[in-house]
């Protein structure tokens, strides 16, 4: 391997993605970038993505290098599966890869150029475009559409930018390249979260610098199945996002105030949603004070649901 082109690694989890996944894998394949390992994780699906996948494989498998690909029976969720590809990962880099989305030809390039200028940076971000279930744009690209409170004009942070990542989650999953070192630095993927993006990110950001373009390194899909659609996933991943905050509580008291912020919303959405948390209720009273956060309070407590008009 040239030290002039390290291995980057792109890791694609992936349950029922249908033929989306061989869009993604296609974009992929034309990266501009040549020295790339591609690990594939199946995490129990029931549909034939991973027969589309094989059979894509046959003819364009010679592409990568230390091609892997796990098949595991039962679906075990993304985090845990995030986990067992980085330990599979041999790159410098490493990539992880919505099985949906896609990435253009000079993702990979641009990327490793920017890291290798910048030693002091664990990581690399940037905008992407939106687009639907047949791959029509959406219009707004992802940074306008979200309309993120901590960008300064049109510019995504950079640098230190881990208490302005606490406040918002800005980062396109799928537009990062990570140092394989900086992510066994920080403890690797937790495979027990949802919200394993955001909580590798806040960790990584309150050890390195990171660097924010705002370029277009890909394309995100919406599709109406996803994850975020259905109640009940929606509330594992909110119970994760409490998770990854309170790890970073007793930094400042300013940072425990968004976290409380946070942890307040969040608790306070998942009983709308019909999930009673007493571990998260016990603090409720805690993240905020008067009428409603007390209310709440009492009603987890002794188990009351009460149907909430949205």
Not at 259 to 271: A, D, F, G, V
Request: glycine content about 8%.
């Amino acid at each position: 391997m040239s030290n002039a082109m390290p291995l980057v690694t792109i890791a694609i989890p992936f349950f029922n993605p249908g033929s989306y996944v061989i869009e993604t894998l296609d974009s992929v394949y034309n990266q501009s970038y040549s020295n790339i390992q591609l690990i594939l994780y199946n995490d129990g699906s029931t549909d034939n993505s991973l027969g589309l996948i094989h059979k894509w494989l046959e003819h364009k498998n010679d592409r990568f290098k230390n091609l892997v690909v796990i098949d595991e029976k039962v679906n075990k969720g993304v985090g845990y599966g995030c986990d067992i590809m980085f330990r599979r990962s041999s790159g410098i880099y490493f990539q992880m890869l919505g099985a949906d989305d896609l990435i253009y030809s000079d993702k990979i390039s641009n990327q490793v150029q920017l890291l290798d200028q910048n030693i002091e940076c664990g990581m690399v971000y940037g905008n992407m475009n939106r687009i639907n279930e047949n791959g029509s744009n959406l219009g707004k690209d992802y940074f306008t559409w979200q309309r993120f409170a901590t960008f300064a004009e049109e510019n995504p942070p950079s640098g230190s930018i881990f208490n302005q990542l606490i406040q918002e989650n800005f980062i396109p999953a799928s537009s990062v390249l990570i140092r394989k070192s900086v992510i066994e630095e920080v403890g690797g993927y937790d495979s027990k979260l949802k919200s394993e993006d955001w909580d590798l990110w806040l960790r990584i950001a309150k050890r390195y610098k990171v660097i924010g373009v705002n370029e277009l390194f890909g394309a995100y899909r919406i599709l109406p199945t996803s994850a975020m659609h259905s109640s009940r996933n929606k509330i594992h991943v909110l119970e994760s996002l409490n998770e990854a905050l309170v790890k970073h509580q007793g930094i400042s008291k300013g940072i425990d105030t968004v976290i409380k912020r946070h942890l307040y919303k969040n608790t306070i959405e998942m009983y709308r949603l019909g999930r009673i948390s007493k571990r998260w209720a016990n603090n409720l009273y805690t993240y905020k004070t008067g009428i409603k956060p007390l209310v709440y309070y009492l009603l987890m407590t002794f188990g009351i649901m009460v149907n909430q008009k949205r």
